[in-house]
């Protein structure tokens, strides 16, 4: 009679070693594959955010200097120069004080337009693309035309109001302390306006529209209806918005070096631009990498709650 071996043979299945050798190559093989496809990503992750990322905070630990080659290790210095400098808190209050403004008022204003975008009316797909407009522009151009907007000799804000007199002598919009604040802040909530109008409007659409058709019938007023259910669909769109806007805007540089570039003087400072200013123009590449890891530290702390709040409403429920 043949053996087991011969029959395996016919009907075409290896057995013994070899076969379970290939086998396991196999599932080897498999077990890497979804790995082999996610290589290229993680490889750009890897040289665009890990390696700048780890060499910044090898750097605050260092005296080094863009204008000479050599530098030594020293320690918490670069952190104990930071805390007793006064102009690292004029920033650091700065960075709040736009992060808090501009927040408040982007949601105010995202959600204002996302109640009206909810509403269903004529031409409402054309106004949507209209207001993403900011949005999709290059912050580059946002900040330029803002520049050009407040310039007090050829700007056009203030063409209009000697046009309309409510003014003899142009504005200094972008010099004087009492204005150069509301400039910024308008700018940066002008840039992040859609996107808190987008999420808004994402959650309103979420939210039963039997809820108002039941609550109308009951009598409920529109104050009423606002308060008992647009609000309670919208908290957790509305924790979420905030700390995604605390991220974006307690990290903004770009429109705020662009029209300002932290003045006059240090009136506009920003920790992004102080540690920019300290790191490429002072040269000081480790005391700026110091600041620029105060940043790091508090947008991964609010990270980390935001990243944490699906998980605990997982949980509750």
Known sequence: MPSSRSQSMAAGRPSGPAGGGRTRRHALGSALAPYAFLAPAILLVLGMLVYPLGYAVYFSFT??????????????????????????????????????????????????????????????????????????????VTGLMFRWLCNDYYGWLNHVLQQLHLTSQPVLFLVDTRW???????????????????????????????????????????????????????????LLIGLLEVIFMFKSFDLVWIITKGGPGTTTETLATFAYRHAFEGYETGYGSAAAMVIFVVLFAVSLVYLSIPATRTEEA
């Open 63 to 140: 005296n080094k200097a863009m204008i000479r080659e050599a530098y030594d290790q020293v320690g918490w210095s670069n952190y104990s120069a930071l805390v007793h400098n006064a102009a690292f808190w004029t920033a650091l209050w700065h960075s709040v004080l736009l992060t808090v403004t501009t927040g408040i008022l982007t949601l105010v204003l995202g959600g204002l337009l996302a109640l009206l975008l909810n509403r269903r009316f004529r031409l409402r797909g054309m106004f949507r693309g209209i207001l993403l407009v900011p949005w999709v522009m290059p912050p580059i």
């Open 180 to 238: 150069v604040w509301m400039v910024l802040i308008t700018a940066n909530a002008w840039i992040e306006y859609p996107f808190v109008m987008l999420m808004f409007l994402a959650a309103l659409q979420s939210i039963n529209p039997d809820f108002y058709r039941a609550a109308k019938v009951d009598g409920a007023s529109v104050l009423q209806r606002f308060w008992h259910i647009t609000l309670p669909g919208l908290r957790k769109a509305l």
